[in-house]
């Protein structure tokens, strides 16, 4: 009974405003929860989780909680985030284990938005098969890793979508990742050329899971990658975009 009548009170707050002559009032941020605590040791974490939340609070309609022990996120009650943000990459098959899987499959699946960093791409390798559905372009470890570290340009090519309408094609100093595969279909929002194979490979792309939104780079290997202006912008929209849909 009080939760309905709390839920009234929103319209009520909005007449009385317009009444008045005043601004709406502003809707509460989306709550993001931002998941590390693992990853391949070339891929400092603990340095890069930081700069990955700070990056994601500096949108006002963000609120960035973090957590780095993966055991608990099947544990955790997902249901109060509007979004969760994987940056980790587990290699003990019970950590998160299936009840983690299966709590973020289920999440997103009920409307949750995902958003998967750099070597996310690489997690749940235990549940290869459903993390493809999920992820839309997993790590396969039998094709070629990435490029060499260095510069290459972040190619923008649907600027239409919310995440990268009005943004441009940027140069940015990171691993350009060769090594995603899957059949899922998806929404690629931009890609870049490798100097290796002078093949074009996705650097940002979204997909449907369920009633929920996923967005997916592989960029971001170091410090130095998340804080190129291009790509914390990406993933700020990206994960916007998986928070609130097209609003």
Same mark, same amino acid.
């Given at each position: ?18 009444? $008045?002559?005043?601004? /709406?009032?502003?809707? *509460?941020? #989306?709550?993001? !929860?931002? =998941?590390?605590?693992? @990853?391949?040791? %070339? ?5 890069? $989780?930081?700069?990955? /939340?700070?990056?994601? *609070?500096? #949108?006002?309609? !963000?609120? =960035?909680?973090?957590? @780095?022990?993966? %055991? ?9 985030? /509007?979004?969760?943000? *994987? ?12 009840? %983690? ?147």
């Amino acid at each position: 009974m009080a939760r309905f009548a709390a839920l009234r009170v929103l319209p009520l707050a909005f007449a009385i405003a317009a009444c $008045a002559g005043g601004p /709406a009032p502003a809707p *509460a941020p #989306a709550r993001v !929860l931002l =998941v590390t605590g693992e @990853d391949y040791p %070339g891929h400092h974490w603990r340095e890069t $989780a930081p700069v990955v /939340a700070e990056l994601l *609070a500096s #949108a006002p309609d !963000l609120e =960035v909680d973090t957590i @780095d022990e993966l %055991g608990t996120l099947g544990a955790i009650d997902l249901a109060g985030y /509007a979004v969760v943000v *994987a940056h980790f990459k587990n290699y003990d098959p019970a950590v998160p284990g299936r009840a %983690g899987f299966d709590a973020l499959a289920r999440f997103v699946d009920g409307g949750g938005g995902l958003v998967l960093l750099h070597f996310a791409c690489g997690a749940f390798q235990e549940f290869a098969a459903d993390y493809e559905r999920l992820a839309g372009r997993v790590w396969n470890p039998a094709l070629r890793g990435h490029d060499p570290h260095g510069t290459f340009t972040v190619e923008i090519v649907d600027h239409r979508h919310p995440v990268t309408r009005g943004l441009a094609s940027y140069e940015t100093i990171d691993e350009l990742y060769t090594c995603l595969d899957g059949e899922v279909p998806i929404e690629v929002l931009a890609q870049a050329r490798s100097r290796v194979d002078d093949r074009l490979y996705p650097m940002a792309f979204v997909l449907a899971f369920g009633a929920g939104r996923v967005f997916h780079t592989p960029l971001g290997h170091d410090v130095a990658a998340f804080r190129s202006a291009g790509t914390a912008e990406l993933i700020r929209r990206g994960t916007r975009w998986a928070a609130h849909g097209d609003r």
